[in-house]
């Protein structure tokens, strides 16, 4: 995490600088590529308000397509030696494309800075604005190659499955029933990694929903032999339901899983969410709104997406059976529940006098330590 916030900083400072160096320069559109294995990826850019531009950060392109590569390997062959031919180079670079040649610290080549410029440009200006941005590329690699060291661990722990899922009951009080079991996830590992910092790791180099969904079918493959018709329900993140991996998983998932929207970060477009939640429920899912009351779990999560279930954070419930305006506010969420058809669930339930106050205001499904921790499936294998 650490280094992500380090990445996202100096980011920030480079954006700051390819502003400076379009305005004073007169681009229209500016970037930093770095260059790797015959293709160039566009790592931060700057574009004059109202210039049509269909470049976007992150954008991968083969460098013999990109005339701002070409211009830069034009002006510097030596510095591009190996990664373009003479052929691909060409005997000229367009005029409105200009180019130069980005080196770290070290002198090693790690791509071009230029653009789009409909006027002559100093050259000797973009080259000193180049040289200024040695040590950011410097920590720019330095995250990279970490990023590249967490995905690796990440897909050891996919591919081997150094995991295991648990379950813990949802109960219907009035019936003793389960109603579903919430799987969870626990790691085999001798080291003190924990899941939500796993998880966080794999956020911030882009395999959260690759993560996230082994979890998910780690849980599936794991759920049978409870002898009872109880459904299950996994946690995804947003980040997770707006992926393709979770369009994909969409189409092979059977009827009646239940999703658990997890508070892992803000709701970024609730129209979209919305149309993901959308097509779950018509392919037989049913949402969640985990931890409700809690981090960036919110009233407009209930109203915008309208979950089956609603689960209140076990912080809200540790108090139930002591205070009265905790209970009057679980009065309050079960008369909406009841009206609008929701199924409240409240967390962390953990002493019978939570539970009786629970029971007072009409409260029927439950979760918590006093009534089911979580385990493994009878007879299931870990690792």
Known sequence: MRNA??????????????????????FDVVFVARVAGGER???????????????????????????????????????FAG??????????????????????????LFGALGGIVSAPVDMAAITTAAAAMAVSLDLLHDHAVAAQRVRGLLHEVIRERRFYPV??????????DVIYREGLTRLDTTDDTSVPQLLAAAHSVGMGPALELAF????????????????IAVNLSETTLH???????????EPGLTVELTEYEPVRDYRALAGVVARMRAAGLSLAIDDAGAGYTSLRHILDLKPD???????LSTRVDTDP????????????????GTVLVIEGVERHEQLVALQSVGVRYVQGFHLGEPEPRLGAQRG
């Open 216 to 231: 998910a079918r780690a849980i599936i493959d794991a759920d049978e032999g409870w002898g009872d018709n109880a459904g």
């Open 167 to 176: 379950f813990q009951p949802v109960i219907d009080v009035a019936t003793g």
């Open 83 to 108: 990664q373009i031919s003479e052929a691909d180079a060409g005997p000229d670079a367009p005029d409105a494309v200009v180019g130069v040649a980005l080196h770290a610290s070290n002198g090693s």
């Open 309 to 315: 279930v609603l689960k209140m954070d076990a912080q």
């Open 5 to 26: 916030q380090v990445a996202e900083g100096v980011r920030a400072q480079i954006d700051l600088h390819l502003d400076r160096v379009r305005r004073r320069l007169g």
């Open 243 to 253: 992926s393709a991996e979770f369009d994909r998983f969409l189409t092979q998932v």
């Open 41 to 79: 990826r566009i790592e931060a850019m700057s574009a004059a308000p109202g210039f049509p531009t269909d470049h976007r950060v992150g954008e991968v392109r083969a460098l013999r397509d990109c005339p701002v590569v070409l211009a830069a390997a034009l002006r510097d062959p030596a510095a």
């Open 325 to 340: 305006e905790a209970i009057a506010l679980f009065r309050a969420l079960q008369t909406y529940c009841d009206e609008t």
